[in-house]
């Protein structure tokens, strides 16, 4: 998911059993009770890395996302939808914000997670590595990209530490405009010229298997789950939210009179689900090492604002400095 | 200290409706309570969530400790004889 970078990164349950026993076990105990981990509550190393390296890769993900729908909102095809685009990517600036700051309560700066972002060393979703080709790539990422985040951010909003699940509760209670704007741009589309039925069956072609790989690799190769739901950071595998997403999005896109790009797709009357074809989890994997389509450009993106913005942060700064003395002189 | 400071912290607390408590929804970094109250407007009531905000800097804050959380708590819990369903009032008597 927004988050899918941790699979390859936090496979080290051993080191749970390295902590003090007593702790742990009390620990678990309030985790079992549900009851809410706060900051300044004990916890083991494992469970706080985890949930910094996942947390901050869910908000480096909020602030990436910004550019590939940023990169329309010039051309937006009316006002109406400009402003709808604009209100939509500073949400997601706003989702940042608010996992930023769930982040930083696990004892690490908002400083040193940008310097993470701008030098490769912390992931972002894959997703925000494809380009945004047409005005129904808005619509697609809406529709498939906001409908496959809030499959993964609703259970979330049950996360056993507060300050996270706090900030998913606000999160979810903004993202539905994400998804629901996005399908009301390809409705607009697909009952549309012959052209505009066409970029949006074009867009669907191209965002739907990348949007399939946004929860992660199948669960036999995903070797941390399992105590990441023993935590309740996670509730359910990328494969039973992958398979909920599947069910949820083929009816949709049959009402808009799309097809879903995928050849294998098929009903299974017995399981009451549907079944899709192989994901090409190569793919998947050269995105996360960096060689998607737009790896380089996004990265350049936020390292080039950070930089132009430099000199904003050090001017506040400085303003605020001043009057601070002159308040106290 | 980190090469590139981040701006101080401060905690934000949104007035929803007047007549509501405010209430702590989360923190920004700004480089002074003004700039805090505005990347408060901007971060968290973009959808009408406020009709007042406080800023406060996180380092003015002293909280309590969770590990003394018993120590300090502890003392009100066999103290059943503050609230009123403690007692026992014959039913004749009305209006008590």
Redesign the interface.
């Known amino acids: 998911m927004y988050t899918q970078g941790l699979n390859e990164l936090a496979a080290r349950p051993l080191a749970a059993m390295q902590e003090d026993p007593a702790l742990l076990r009390r620990f678990e105990a309030r985790i079992d009770a549900e009851e809410k981990i ?1 900051p ?3 916890m083991p190393d494992a469970y706080r890395q985890t949930l910094i390296r996942q947390i901050s890769q869910h908000a480096h993900s909020e602030i990436v996302g910004m550019l590939p729908e940023g990169n329309w909102i010039t051309r937006a095809p009316s006002l109406l939808r400009k402003s709808i685009l604009i ?1 939509k990517v ?2 997601e600036g ?1 989702h940042g ?2 996992l930023y ?1 769930a982040t ?1 309560t696990l004892g690490i ?4 997670l ?2 993470q972002l701008l030098s490769g060393a912390a992931k972002y979703s894959s997703i925000f590595n494809y380009p945004t080709l047409t005005w129904a790539d808005v619509g697609a990422i809406g529709w498939l990209v906001d409908g496959a985040a809030i499959m993964n951010q609703i259970p979330l909003c049950r996360c056993s530490y507060g300050p996270y699940s ?2 998913m509760i ?1 999160i979810c209670k ?1 993202e539905s405009f994400h998804q629901r704007q996005g399908y009301d741009l390809m409705l607009k589309l697909a009952r549309g010229s012959a052209a505009q039925r066409a970029i949006a069956q074009d867009a669907l072609n191209r965002w739907w298997w990348p949007s399939l790989m946004m929860f992660g690799p199948p669960d036999t190769a995903s070797p941390h789950t399992a105590l990441s739901v023993r935590w309740k950071i996670k509730r359910f595998t990328n494969d039973e939210l992958r398979q909920k997403f599947v069910d949820f999005t083929v009816p949709q896109a049959r009402f808009l009179g799309l097809e879903i790009p995928d050849p294998a797709l098929r009903w299974d009357a017995e399981r009451g689900q549907h079944v899709v074809g192989e994901i090409d989890w190569s793919e998947f994997q050269d995105v996360v090492r960096g060689n998607g389509p737009c790896n380089r450009d996004r990265l350049q993106a936020r390292r080039d604002a950070h930089e132009s913005g430099r000199w904003v ?1 050090e001017a ?2 400085a ?2 400095a001043k ?2 003395r002159a308040a106290a002189a | 200290m ?1 090469p ?4 101080p ?1 401060y905690e934000i607390f949104v007035r929803a409706r007047g007549g509501l408590d405010h209430k702590h929804v ?4 700004a ?2 309570a003004a ?1 805090a109250l505005e990347h408060a407007r ?2 968290y009531t ?2 009408l969530e406020g009709v007042s905000v406080w800023v406060v800097r996180s380092t003015d804050i002293l ?1 309590s ?3 003394e959380a018993d120590a300090l708590f502890e003392p009100a819990r066999d103290k059943v004889y503050r609230h009123p369903t403690f007692y026992d009032i014959p039913k004749e008597v009305e209006t008590l």
Not at chain 1, 109 to 112: I, T
Not at chain 2, 4 to 7: E, G
Not at chain 2, 26 to 29: A, E, L, P, R, T
């Open positions: 706060e300044k509550d004990w209100a500073q949400d706003g914000a608010y700051s930083e700066s908002r400083a040193e940008i310097e706090r900030a606000r903004e942060r506040a700064l303003h605020a009057h601070a | 980190h590139n400071p981040d701006w912290l989360g923190s920004v970094h480089a002074d700039m901007d971060v973009r959808r909280a400790d969770p590990a």
